[in-house]
Structures are given as C-alpha cells and as structure tokens.
Nanobody, 121 residues
C-alpha cells in the first residue's frame, strides 16, 4: 500500500507564504505524476497544480504566477510553494499521486488526508 502525508499547512495573513509538502511512502516503483487539489467549504475539490515525472507542470489559472509545484524524485516527495496568498486560497489542500507499486502493471491514484490552509484578510 502507498501512503501520502501532507504537511506545512497553517494560518497566514494575506500576502504571506506557505510551503506544503507531500511525502509518499510504501512499496513504490515509480510515481508518474503528483498533484495538489483543494476544497473550500461548500465547494467541489479543484485542481491546483500537477507535475509529471519529467517535471512538466500545469496550474489552475487562479494560482499561476503565485504557486510553484515541484518534486524530489529521490525522496518521493512533492512540494507546493504558495506565495502572495489571498483569502480565496483558504481550503483543505490534498496531495494526489499516480503511483506504480512493485508487482503491479497499472498505475493507481492515491490521496493524502489533507492539510488546512487558512488565509486571513
């Protein structure tokens, strides 16, 4: 089994920064992609950013120029650097990874438990 553990959330003022981490552990052969999603109260979960195994990235329009996704393949860890935070960024942030485990042919999607990010105005 694979486990994703997020960390780095918290309370920050408007304009501040936070760095989220997502550590993947378990019987991992490879991680095709990692991503960050968020869900605000009463809203659907939405894509924030993704990064594939070659480092190609994709961002939601609302975070372009403010957030940066990265990964350390050696550590099976993904990161989300969030700058110029706004109250609208307040949400639970979830890590997602497309993982191939040893002995498996197909990739499987795994989710972390989420970490709260609150931006005060």
């Amino acid at each position: 089994q694979v486990r994703l553990v997020e960390s780095g959330g918290g309370l920050v003022q408007t304009g501040g920064s936070l760095r989220l981490s997502c550590a993947a552990s378990g019987f991992i052969s490879s991680i095709a992609s990692m991503g960050w999603y968020r869900q605000a109260p009463g809203m659907q979960r939405e894509l924030v950013a993704t990064i594939n195994s070659t480092g190609s990235t994709n961002y939601a329009d609302s975070v372009k120029g403010r957030f940066t996704i990265s990964r350390d393949n050696a550590k099976n860890t993904g990161y989300l650097q969030m700058n110029s935070l706004e109250p609208e960024d307040t949400a639970v942030y979830y890590c997602n990874a497309l993982v191939k485990t040893f002995g498996e042919i197909q990739d499987r999607t795994f989710w972390g438990q989420g970490t709260q990010v609150t931006v005060s105005s």
